[in-house]
């Protein structure tokens, strides 16, 4: 703009959604982490967010820490950016870059959505099945495993779920995406919306590359509680069952129904099909060092 | 919110203005920083930057990166926070937080201003008065002589001109926030509008401090370069004086006519009482280390 604010136009009618999502170096990525995947992802985690909500991109602000001005990282890193930008219209409108001794990365996306048809954490209900789009524990294993090379781009270039996001309006109840892993963002929607998430362990949708890993400890804590995913999980009730089904395959995209929601204390429970609670270790934060 | 995404709601007919500036540690501020002023000092540069614009503040992110949880840190940096979003009505709606081996502080602020009342750096006209508000080079004084206290509060802890702004809206034609000094910004707005700027050098109001301080090379290098006063400086038609001297009064905030736009190659240009060009190092980036 020239000018150091953006003056954006909202659409009539239209909610504006906001968030924003800081990567740091030596905490969400290694130092030399690749540019053009960088660029990728610190866009992709903030769409991710917006998906889960039902809204629309349009619109991102970047602010960059960068240890000196390397034109090579600059050029990597944009190309990455503004591809993912441009395959879903969003327009960068501002930002700032300032010298830091360590990289960081910090997006703000904003998208539109109807008023009022937002899909909230909250809006799970006693009754409601719950669904996950794509394969989970891929990125996890990325992370553990860097030697295979099937499951790195799951780490690395994660896909924002944004056409599933806003094809679930006014079809899902909750909605949230993954990047904490699947049991502890679940058990945010629990939390929220004061109900019990029953899982049932092998409907849950994996990467291939756990068959020839073959170890099952491993497998189950990338499924339950590897982040990073950017998959969507979503509650919806049992009569949108064949509704889900067709947009699986309009979006030529998985979608799994992996549990229900029941009443009763908020938290998430896995079971195995001989009825057995298979052991969790919540998300994220447990897995690995805080962040 | 709970979720990861905020949902805005802006009113109906208006347009949302967003800027987001970055602090590091080191770079912005010193290490051991006082924390209370810098969260006053994160937030006020955002609202200085919708100020300029004539936009009404509402919303803001922040997303910080923390060496270490310090309780106490984050108590301080947050009473300086919230005391100046509260006073001007703004809503924290949402952030991220993670460690960082370097403390940085990225706000986003977001408000709104009637459609097309924006004011702009592009909307300078020939014959148009230059004015300019509070008085100059405080900021920059306080850098060099830590030791004159009364000058301190400029530099730590500025106060954006919101009100100003807003009541410049159909007043003033072009605005700009000082943040890298008279000089450097007024050549943005030279730029961006492709006109000359002409500046009177003893009508630039300044800290009283310089007079007790008696170093002129020091006092032009402030007053004309010196960064982070964030007074607003704006152009408006001669008709208009007398609606500026009022309001300067309603608010209890000196506003000084300094120069006068002219038809001419973009540029400032500073001269004395007897006619002479007072060199000038244009605006920060010249004046201190590049940021």
């Not at 969003?90 to 899909?119: C, F, H, I, N, Y």
């Not at 204390?265 to 998300?283: L, Q």
Request: overall charge negative; aromatic content about 6%; some cysteine.
């Amino acid at each position: 703009m020239g000018d150091d604010c953006a003056i954006l136009r909202p659409d009539a009618g239209l909610e504006l959604a906001v968030t924003t999502d800081m990567l740091v170096e030596g905490r969400h990525f290694s130092p030399g982490a690749e540019p053009r995947a960088l660029g990728h992802k610190a866009l992709a985690v903030n769409l991710s967010d917006l998906a889960a909500l039902g809204a629309a991109p349009r619109w991102a602000l970047l602010a960059l820490g960068l240890p000196a001005a390397d034109e090579r990282w600059l050029e990597g890193f944009s190309a990455g950016f503004f591809a993912l930008a441009e395959r879903y219209g969003v327009e960068l409108v501002g930002g700032d870059t300032t010298r830091s001794s360590v990289l960081t990365l910090t997006v703000v996306a904003m998208g539109e959505v109807p008023a009022s048809v937002a899909l909230y954490r909250s809006a799970a209900r006693p009754g409601d099945d719950v669904w996950v789009s794509g394969e989970l524990g891929g990125a996890a294993l990325a992370l553990q495993r860097p030697d295979i090379a099937a499951v790195q781009k799951r780490l690395h270039e994660p896909e924002p779920r944004i056409e599933l996001g806003e094809r679930l309006r006014g079809l899902a109840r909750a909605a949230i995406d993954l990047s904490d892993g699947l049991a502890g963002d679940l058990g945010h929607v629990a939390a929220r919306s004061q109900v019990a998430v029953v899982l049932a362990y092998e409907r849950i949708p994996r990467a291939a590359a756990f068959k020839t890993v073959g170890d099952a400890q491993l497998e189950r804590r990338c499924v339950l509680s590897g982040g990073d995913d950017y998959e969507l999980a979503f509650t919806a009730a049992p009569e949108r069952r064949a509704e889900l089904e067709a947009l699986s395959r309009e979006l030529g995209l998985p979608l799994a129904r992996i549990g229900a929601i029941e009443a009763g204390a908020p938290g998430v429970t896995v079971r195995d099909a001989r009825g057995e609670v298979v052991a969790h270790e919540g998300g994220f934060d447990h897995f690995r060092e805080p962040r």
